[in-house]
């Protein structure tokens, strides 16, 4: 059961991982098709990952920049989140599920 298109579920703007990295300003070494050594200008920190299976939530300690996984849970109010499946939400490009805070409003569509 298809119930939408994913961009229209949410105003930020899905991005792959590289455009996400991009977006908030993050260095990083790619290595083939992995991104190495990601760390945030703010402190020169390495960010940090986490994820109930893999990685599906990446944020800088100092500065709370994040990227997160629209696949993700979604926190919705401080006590309740929501999970979407892929199976159920339609992309325009299977690599754009991934969303970024950068704590300055975030990256939304119309930025
Ligand atoms: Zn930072």
Known sequence: MI???L??????KLMTIKECLDA??????????RFEE???PC?????????FVGTDHLECP?????MTDMF???QVTSGSCIVLSSKEWEMDDERRHWIANNKAGGIKINT
Do not use: H, M
């Open 62 to 66: 100092k500065c709370g920049k994040f």
């Open 3 to 5: 119930r939408g298109r």
């Open 24 to 33: 908030l300003g993050w260095n990083y070494v790619t290595n083939g098709d």
């Open 7 to 12: 961009q229209d579920a949410t105003d930020y």
């Open 72 to 74: 993700s849970p979604l």
């Open 43 to 51: 402190s020169n920190i390495a960010v940090e990952f986490s994820g």
């Open 38 to 40: 990601i760390t945030c």
